[in-house]
């Protein structure tokens, strides 16, 4: 069974702690991505990855960075937390190319700065 | 810039009734549709995809959806409710040779017992 993994279901930060999610998706995917999802906002893409060591900014980069080391890895970092980036934070992966393909996501990782 | 619209953020219908989820795209060039499912708690699965191939597209757990072009439309439906299919539904799409698919703000359907 294909699989994206989110490794942190649930997390509670303080205001200014880096925090960092990892996903590693099993099916040799090319692209990569991660999502944050609010309320009323559907999914918004923050960056994606189509290659090692390749990324591109989404719509909402600001505060966030990210690392592609292996291919099955793409890992989400914020540098320094903040209450506005408390949110559902989706990974999503998908095969090749610029292509029209599904994308797979993980079980997501839900966020809470204090 | 392309965009989804789903209209109405929440949807009640009754068990065994008609589900129908609306999807509106704005693109010069028709692109390619998805319809996605989340449960709570849950990241999102794909209940079908358009790719050109037939207008009319039939996904998992009976649901259909049916590309209009003339309408820039991409409907999401179920003939009769089931209570297991409360859940978010989401709307989205991506122009061919671009990796950047646009998700609709979701519509929460609930179904009355």
């Known amino acids: 069974d294909v699989k994206v993994t989110q490794s942190s279901r649930y997390l509670v930060k303080r205001t200014g702690e880096k925090v960092f999610l990892e996903c590693v998706q099993d099916?040799?995917?090319?692209?990569m991505f991660w999502y944050r999802q609010d309320p009323g906002l559907g999914l918004r893409l923050i960056y994606f990855?189509?290659?090692?060591?390749?990324?591109e900014k989404g719509d909402i980069p600001e505060g966030y960075s990210v690392s592609r080391e292996k291919k099955e890895r793409f890992s989400l970092i914020l540098e320094s937390a903040s209450t506005n980036q408390t949110s559902m934070y989706l990974c999503?992966?998908?095969?090749?190319?610029?292509?029209?393909?599904?994308?797979?996501f993980g079980e997501g990782s839900r966020l809470t700065v204090l | 810039a392309q965009s989804v619209t789903q209209l109405g953020s929440h949807v009640s219908v009754s068990e065994g009734a008609l589900v129908l989820l609306r999807c509106n795209y704005s693109?010069?060039?028709?692109?390619?549709l998805f319809w996605y499912v989340q449960y709570p708690n849950q990241g999102l699965q794909l209940l079908l995809k358009?790719?050109?191939?037939?207008?009319l597209v039939k996904g998992i757990n009976g649901f259909e959806a049916e590309f209009k072009k003339s309408e820039t439309s991409f409907h999401l439906t179920k003939p009769s409710a089931h209570m297991s299919d409360a859940a978010e539904y989401f709307c989205?799409?991506?122009?061919?040779?671009?990796?950047?698919?646009?998700f609709g703000t979701g519509t929460r359907l609930k179904v009355l017992a």
């Open positions: 693109s010069s060039v028709p692109p390619y």
């Open positions: 099916m040799d995917h090319e692209n």
């Open positions: 989205a799409a991506v122009r061919s040779g671009t990796y950047k698919y646009i």
């Open positions: 990855s189509y290659d090692v060591k390749m990324k």
């Open positions: 999503a992966s998908s095969e090749g190319g610029k292509n029209t393909g599904e994308l797979f």
């Open positions: 358009y790719t050109s191939a037939a207008t």
